[in-house]
C-alpha cells in the first residue's frame, strides 16, 4: 500500500532532524545523496515519497540506520505537533467548518501550536460529547463494519455450513424454493407457519418449545423476503445463539443470520461460478447475478460484496441511499470517501450529490442502471446504480469499483462523469458566496431533520423487540 501523507510527513520530519542534526543544509545533503536541494524539500515537507535507493543514500549520510529513518514516531516535540495539526486540520470534524488550514512555518512558535492544537482537541471532545448517549448502537455497528471491511466481508465458515445445509435438503442448482427451505426447517425439527398476527416489533418468532417457526404471511408470491426470513431464524439455532448480552452482540447476531440467509438463496459455489464466467466475458453486471438467482437487487449487490474480493480479486463498495441522501446500508474496501461523523460511522451521513448513488434520482428512465465515473480526492471510481421506491420513499443501489476494474463489468464505456471533491463543504454543501450574500437576510428555509436523530435505541436483551408482545402472541398461539 502506498503510504499515507501522515506517513510521508513523519518520514520528512525525521529525515530534516538528522540533516540538521549534522548541521547540512538541504544543497549540501543533496550533494551528498545526488539529489537537488529542492527534491530534498520536497521529501521533507511531505509531499514527495523518496525512492529505497535514496533513502540508504540518506541514511548513510546522516549516519543513521534506513529502519531509524521510517520509524512512526516523531523525531522532536516540534515534529509532533506538527504532525497532530495536520491530522487535526484533516479531520471531518475540522473541515466543515470551511475554515481555511493554518500553513505552519518556523516562524510560528510552539506555543501557538499548543494553544491552536488545543482548540482542535476541545473541537474533537465536545463533537463526541453531543453525540454520546444515543451512540451505543453506531459505535458497535462502525467496530462490526470496519471488522467485517478487514475480512473483505467473507465468512468461510458460514458458507460452508450453508451449502452444507442446501445439499441435505437436496438442493442442487437454479434458485433456492419455499419448498426446499421448508425441507431445510423440517431437517431441524421446525415447521414454517405463516400468520397475520406477528408482533410488529419481529420480523418472524421461532417456537422452541414446539417447533414452529411463525413468519409473516406471503405479500409477493415467489418473493424472496419469506425464504430469507425463514433462512435467518433456522440460523439462530444452527448458529448457535444466545441471548444477546449487548448491543454489539445483537449486531453480530444480525450480521451472521443475513449472511447465512445469502449463502443460502445465492450458494458459494453456483455464485463463484457465474460471477467468474462473467468476468471472463467482461460482462458482470448485479441485475444478471440478481436474475440468476431469483432475489431482490440489494441481495445481489450485497452477496456481490461477500465474493468479489475473496474470488475475483474486486476490491469495490456497495452503498444503499434514500431519496433524501442519507446512506442506510454501506460496505466498501475500496477506500472510496464516505462521510463519516466523529466515531467513524456512515449510516445516516449524507453522501455527496455528485456521487451515482444519488445523481441515479435525477434519471428519467429508471428502468435500467445508470452507470457514471466519478472523480474523488482518493481516485476515480465506477458505479452502477438502480433506483427504486417503497412506502417509505424512493433509494437506491449502488455497486462501484475503482477505475481500474471497470474493464469487467457491463456499462463500463459510459460517457456519464462527475467530479466529487467532498468533505470538502464548497463540494456540494456550500452554496457560492455571491448566493448567500444575495439570499442572506431574505430567505427561512424550514430545514428536514433525520430520523436518526430522533431514534435512540432501545436498551432490552432484543433491541427493538417487545418481549410481553411476543409472549403474549405465544401464548395464543401454543
Known amino acids: ?18 540533516r540538521l542534526a549534522h548541521d547540512y543544509t538541504l544543497d549540501e545533503l543533496g550533494a551528498l545523496v545526488g539529489v537537488a536541494g529542492s527534491q530534498l524539500s520536497l ?4 509531499k514527495r515519497e523518496p525512492k529505497l535507493s535514496l533513502l540508504q543514500a540518506i541514511a548513510t549520510a546522516t549516519g543513521v540506520d534506513v529502519a531509524e529513518l521510517l520509524s512512526t514516531e516523531p523525531p522532536n516535540r ?7 495539526l495536520q491530522r487535526a486540520q484533516t479531520s471531518s470534524v475540522f473541515r466543515q467548518l470551511g475554515v481555511p488550514p493554518i500553513k505552519v512555518s518556523k516562524g510560528i512558535s510552539d506555543d501557538t501550536l499548543e494553544s ?9 471532545r ?3 460529547e453531543a453525540i454520546a448517549t444515543p451512540e451505543e448502537a453506531r459505535r458497535a455497528n462502525t467496530e462490526l463494519r470496519l471488522m467485517m471491511r478487514a475480512r473483505d466481508n ?18 442442487v ?58 433462512l435467518q431464524a433456522m440460523a439462530h439455532r444452527l448458529l448457535g445463539h444466545k441471548r444477546p448480552t449487548d448491543y454489539a452482540d445483537f449486531l453480530q447476531q444480525r450480521l451472521e443470520i443475513n449472511y447465512y440467509a445469502a449463502c443460502c438463496l445465492m450458494p458459494e459455489t453456483a455464485s463463484v461460478a457465474f460471477l467468474q464466467q462473467a468476468k471472463k466475458d467482461r460482462n458482470l453486471a448485479v441485475e444478471d447475478f440478481r436474475d440468476a438467482f431469483g432475489v431482490t437487487h440489494e441481495a445481489a449487490g450485497m452477496r456481490l460484496t461477500n465474493l468479489a474480493t475473496h474470488h475475483l480479486g474486486i476490491k469495490l463498495h456497495f452503498l444503499r441511499v434514500d431519496g433524501s441522501g442519507a446512506i442506510s446500508r454501506v460496505y466498501e474496501n475500496d477506500d ?15 453522501a455527496c450529490r455528485r456521487f451515482s448513488a444519488r445523481a441515479a434520482f435525477s434519471e428519467q428512465n429508471r428502468t435500467t442502471e445508470h452507470y457514471q465515473y466519478t472523480d474523488t480526492p482518493a481516485g476515480t471510481y465506477w458505479c452502477s446504480t438502480q433506483t427504486g421506491s417503497t412506502s417509505a420513499g424512493e433509494f437506491s443501489i449502488t455497486v462501484g469499483v475503482p477505475f481500474d476494474d471497470a474493464r469487467w463489468f457491463r456499462g463500463r464505456e459510459t460517457q456519464k462523469r462527475a467530479t466529487s471533491t467532498c468533505p470538502d463543504e464548497s463540494c456540494c454543501r456550500r452554496v457560492a458566496s455571491d448566493v448567500s450574500e444575495r439570499w442572506s437576510g431574505k430567505a427561512w428555509p424550514s430545514a428536514r431533520v433525520h430520523m436518526q436523530m430522533f431514534s435512540p435505541l432501545p436498551r432490552g436483551a432484543f433491541p427493538g423487540v417487545d418481549d410481553n408482545e411476543v409472549y403474549d402472541f405465544l401464548d395464543r398461539h401454543a
Open 1 to 18: 500500500m502506498p503510504p499515507t501523507s501522515l506517513e510521508l510527513s513523519t518520514l520528512g520530519h525525521r529525515i530534516r532532524h538528522h
Open 43 to 46: 521529501i521533507e515537507n511531505g
Open 78 to 84: 516540534r515534529a509532533a505537533l506538527e504532525i497532530e
Open 116 to 124: 491552536v492544537l488545543g482548540l482542535h482537541r476541545e473541537l474533537q
Open 126 to 128: 465536545r463533537e463526541r
Open 154 to 171: 467473507y465468512l468461510p465458515e458460514i458458507e460452508k455450513l450453508a451449502e452444507k445445509q442446501l445439499k441435505s435438503a437436496g438442493h
Open 173 to 230: 442448482s437454479g434458485a433456492l424454493t419455499h419448498r426446499t427451505v421448508s425441507i431445510m426447517a423440517e431437517k431441524l425439527g421446525f415447521e414454517l407457519i405463516y400468520v397475520n398476527d406477528l408482533p410488529h416489533s419481529t420480523r418472524s418468532v421461532t417456537d422452541l418449545e414446539h417447533g414452529r417457526i411463525y413468519l409473516p404471511p406471503a405479500s409477493i408470491p415467489g418473493g424472496h423476503g419469506l425464504r430469507s426470513m425463514a
Open 336 to 350: 472510496l470517501p464516505l462521510p463519516m461523523d466523529v466515531t467513524g460511522a456512515v449510516d445516516g451521513q449524507i
